[in-house]
């Protein structure tokens, strides 16, 4: 079984920031109520932060507004806007060891994927949207008459950006990098269980020379600051990433005001493993797709599909794999898997293990707490999963692999569409018409084919279905923060 790792290799960092950031200036809340932020691994209260409520997010809207009504922001020289979004990534990138430790201490997440995942993703989506700055552009249109028919792609405005707790910097990154390059004014409101590494780069955005009112950041809960994020009449947009069920919430509180809304949602990602695959590749891709972050993605391959007649050898490599898994202090470098974000979640993690034991499911490894303190959960595998078992229709967000087995392709396609979800695919195979075929009809925004959660800021993601509305990253992420402008002028 997995074996505990002792020596912390990594010191704990200092958190420098636990304000509210409205027109540039670092404040306490109106209330002067705060919240604390847990250490998931210790269970321990790490700091109390400034807990934003309607008549902080009031005040932050309206910096927003002003800003982006009266410029310079949103009027100033693109690739100007650009060089600061620039400075910005650079920034990120000299602070880098302090982000991922304070990631870590946040999230829980083991220090080597804060190192080698999440920061250098953020940089390099700051990067790739701060080269975009100076390249948005319209089109002239040959319309019929004597015209001059152009579009501008302008601003869409002041952003509300709610993000969750799985990828707190990444994500922030995610929703800044596009309303930043197009000139958009943002309101964030980081998720209530980890606002640290957002409220460090609020620094550093400001460092960087990036002006008051640009970035605001509001943390609080979501039914209070989110919610009037969500009904303020003054913000044009709203960017969320989260559960399909505040999704609703939100399209709900939104629809007063018209707000543009982009949609980021969860999954029940298959994962299709065809008995010609590289089946050492597919094991390790299975495994990553799925225990990485602790479970807690939102792609993650929870559905692991396997061809009947390979399904022995590869149940028994992957649970070889899981128990390889070390579990332990996210601080020590030799931990691969750190601690669920919370005690709610843990208790959901859980409680879907005895679902899926109740179902008939055979509980292979995990299953259970590891250690007495910390929320971790040992990596579990299920097999012999059908397709109504809570666990293979339910997103869990842990640590929890359900395999199922199938018999051929025209089944297979079937049964990964069987879900409301629609956010992720994978399939393995050495058949490239069969790789095709599967990746044409899997009703998903990605699809991977022999190889597992490969992101890049170039290439767009977002969901089909009840996974998503609108697409983060690449081309397409920008499109959702413009508005589009037609502009016809008579030649006569
Ligand atoms: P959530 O969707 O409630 O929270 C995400 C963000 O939305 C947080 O910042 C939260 O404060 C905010 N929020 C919550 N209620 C709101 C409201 N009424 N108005 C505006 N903002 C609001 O997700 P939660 O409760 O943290 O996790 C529940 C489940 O959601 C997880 O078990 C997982 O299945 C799923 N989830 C999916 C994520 C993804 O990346 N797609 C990320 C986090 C959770
Ligand atoms: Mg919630």
Same mark, same amino acid.
């Given at each position: 079984?997995?074996?505990?790792?002792?020596?912390?290799?990594?010191?704990?960092?200092?958190?420098?920031?636990?304000?509210?950031?409205?027109?540039?200036?670092?404040?306490?809340?109106?209330?002067?109520?705060?919240?604390?932020?847990?250490?998931?691994?210790?269970?321990?209260?790490?700091?109390?932060?400034?807990?934003?409520?309607?008549?902080?997010?009031?005040?932050?809207?309206?910096?927003?507004?002003?800003? @982006?009504?009266?410029?310079?922001?949103?009027?100033?020289?693109?690739?100007?806007?650009?060089?600061?979004?620039?400075?910005?990534?650079?920034?990120?990138?000299?602070?880098?060891?302090?982000?991922?430790?304070?990631?870590?201490?946040?999230?829980?997440?083991?220090?080597?994927?804060?190192?080698? =995942?999440?920061?250098?993703?953020?940089?390099?989506?700051?990067?790739?949207?701060?080269?975009?700055?100076?390249?948005?552009?319209?089109?002239?249109?040959?319309?019929?008459?004597?015209?001059?028919?152009?579009?501008?792609?302008?601003?869409?405005?002041?952003?509300?950006?709610?993000?969750?707790?799985?990828?707190?910097?990444?994500?922030?990154?995610?929703?800044?990098?596009?309303?930043?390059?197009?000139?958009?004014?943002?309101?964030?409101?980081?998720?209530?269980?980890?606002?640290?590494?957002?409220?460090?780069?609020?620094?550093?955005?400001?460092?960087?020379?990036?002006?008051?009112?640009?970035?605001? +950041?509001?943390?609080?809960?979501?039914?209070?600051?989110?919610?009037?994020?969500?009904?303020?009449?003054?913000?044009?947009?709203?960017?969320?990433?989260?559960?399909?069920?505040?999704?609703?919430?939100?399209?709900?509180?939104?629809?007063?005001?018209?707000?543009?809304?982009?949609?980021?949602?969860?999954?029940?990602?298959?994962?299709? +493993?065809?008995?010609? =695959?590289?089946?050492? =590749?597919?094991?390790?891709?299975?495994?990553?797709?799925?225990?990485?972050?602790?479970?807690?993605?939102?792609?993650?391959?929870?559905?692991?599909?396997?061809?009947?007649?390979?399904?022995?050898? @590869?149940?028994?490599?992957?649970?070889?794999?899981?128990?390889?898994?070390?579990?332990?202090?996210?601080?020590?470098?030799?931990?691969?898997?750190?601690?669920?974000?919370?005690?709610?979640?843990?208790?959901?993690?859980?409680?879907?293990?005895?679902?899926?034991?109740?179902?008939?499911?055979?509980?292979?490894?995990?299953?259970?707490?590891?250690?007495?303190?910390?929320?971790?959960?040992?990596?579990?595998?299920?097999?012999?999963?059908?397709?109504?078992?809570? +666990?293979?229709?339910?997103?869990?967000?842990?640590?929890?692999?359900? +395999?199922?087995?199938?018999?051929?392709?025209?089944?297979?396609?079937?049964?990964?569409?069987?879900? @409301?979800?629609?956010?992720?695919?994978?399939?393995?195979?050495?058949?490239?018409?069969?790789?095709?075929?599967?990746?044409?009809?899997?009703? =998903?925004?990605?699809?991977?084919?022999?190889?597992?959660?490969?992101?890049?800021?170039?290439?767009?993601?977002?969901?089909?279905?009840?996974?998503?509305?609108?697409?983060?990253?690449?081309?397409?992420?920008?499109?959702?923060?413009?508005?589009?402008?037609?502009?016809?002028?008579?030649?006569?």
């Amino acid at each position: 079984m997995a074996t505990v790792t002792e020596t912390a290799v990594v010191p704990v960092p200092k958190v420098r920031q636990t304000k509210i950031l409205i027109g540039g200036e670092w404040r306490d809340s109106v209330s002067g109520k705060t919240f604390d932020t847990v250490n998931p691994a210790t269970e321990e209260v790490i700091a109390s932060i400034a807990e934003g409520d309607k008549e902080d997010v009031d005040l932050a809207v309206a910096a927003a507004r002003k800003t @982006f009504d009266s410029g310079p922001w949103s009027t100033m020289d693109a690739r100007d806007r650009g060089r600061l979004i620039m400075r910005l990534a650079d920034l990120v990138e000299s602070n880098a060891a302090e982000l991922a430790a304070l990631e870590t201490l946040d999230n829980g997440k083991p220090i080597n994927d804060s190192m080698a =995942a999440d920061i250098p993703l953020v940089i390099d989506c700051l990067r790739y949207y701060a080269g975009w700055a100076d390249k948005i552009h319209g089109d002239t249109i040959p319309i019929r008459g004597n015209y001059f028919c152009y579009t501008r792609r302008e601003p869409i405005g002041v952003c509300g950006q709610i993000i969750p707790w799985n990828f707190p910097a990444l994500m922030a990154a995610w929703k800044w990098g596009p309303a930043l390059a197009t000139g958009c004014t943002v309101v964030m409101k980081p998720a209530e269980q980890t606002p640290l590494s957002c409220l460090r780069m609020g620094e550093l955005a400001l460092e960087a020379g990036i002006p008051e009112g640009v970035i605001n +950041i509001v943390p609080g809960y979501g039914p209070t600051a989110g919610a009037s994020l969500v009904k303020h009449p003054g913000v044009d947009k709203i960017a969320f990433t989260g559960e399909h069920l505040t999704a609703q919430i939100i399209m709900k509180d939104a629809a007063m005001t018209l707000k543009r809304l982009t949609f980021e949602l969860g999954g029940k990602s298959p994962n299709v +493993i065809f008995a010609d =695959a590289d089946i050492d =590749a597919a094991v390790a891709g299975a495994e990553f797709g799925l225990f990485f972050n602790q479970g807690q993605c939102c792609c993650a391959g929870s559905r692991v599909f396997v061809q009947e007649s390979i399904k022995d050898e @590869f149940v028994e490599k992957l649970v070889s794999r899981a128990h390889e898994r070390t579990l332990g202090n996210p601080f020590d470098t030799g931990t691969s898997q750190g601690p669920q974000i919370d005690q709610a979640q843990f208790d959901k993690i859980l409680a879907y293990v005895e679902k899926g034991k109740a179902a008939g499911a055979d509980c292979l490894t995990g299953g259970t707490r590891f250690g007495n303190k910390g929320f971790f959960v040992e990596p579990t595998v299920f097999n012999n999963v059908t397709d109504d078992m809570p +666990i293979a229709t339910d997103e869990i967000f842990g640590p929890v692999m359900s +395999i199922l087995s199938f018999k051929d392709t025209d089944e297979i396609i079937r049964r990964s569409n069987n879900t @409301f979800y629609g956010l992720a695919a994978a399939v393995w195979t050495r058949d490239v018409a069969k790789a095709h075929l599967y990746a044409k009809s899997v009703r =998903a925004g990605t699809v991977w084919v022999n190889c597992y959660d490969v992101f890049d800021a170039a290439a767009p993601f977002g969901g089909f279905k009840m996974s998503g509305m609108g697409r983060e990253l690449g081309e397409a992420g920008l499109n959702n923060y413009t508005e589009l402008k037609t502009v016809t002028m008579s030649l006569d």
